[in-house]
């Protein structure tokens, strides 16, 4: 079961993102109150967009950040033996997304992994609702 402190993050058309968010306002408006938060998501059109956020160094550092909890970026930066400017321009592409959050610290932006987990959701076969999505 996933826990309400986990991103799912998944590659799928935004005919999907647009049903599955039209169905759950429908639920909303009916009165069906599921009995916990819905899971905090994040949508790629294809893996290449997704693979470019969530890259092996991104993926690296958001450990870092997430186990380690460093006071500032550039903290986080030596944790990670990168340069500043480097890791300062991946945290902030994360932070576009929701993975990472900023505390101001004085002069320090101290980052933050707001989440446990990270779930990666990739389909490799349509399903049949999915059908019409798929060229042949």
Same mark, same amino acid.
């Not at 958001?62 to 950040?65: C, E, N």
């Not at 999915?130 to 999505?133: K, L, V």
């Given at each position: 079961m996933t826990s309400s402190n986990t991103l799912i993050v998944t590659v799928e058309s935004l005919a999907d !993102?647009?049903?599955r968010t039209r169905d759950a306002f429908d639920k909303a408006l009916s009165g069906d109150v599921p009995d =916990?938060? @819905?899971p905090h998501r994040l949508s790629f059109g294809d893996t290449d967009e997704m693979a470019v956020v969530f890259s092996p160094r991104a993926i690296d550092l958001?450990?870092? !950040?997430a186990r380690e909890e460093p @006071?500032?970026?550039r903290e986080a930066a030596r944790m990670v033996d990168r340069d500043i400017k480097d890791v300062s321009r991946n945290?902030?592409?994360l932070a576009e997304y929701g993975v990472v959050e900023f505390v101001e610290e004085g002069r320090a932006k101290r980052p933050v992994v707001p989440f446990d987990d990270i779930e990666i959701r990739l389909p490799l076969r349509a399903g049949a609702d999915? @059908? =019409?999505?798929v060229e042949a």
């Open positions: !993102v647009e049903a =916990e938060d @819905a958001l450990r870092t !950040v @006071a500032s970026m945290l902030d592409q999915d @059908a =019409e999505h």
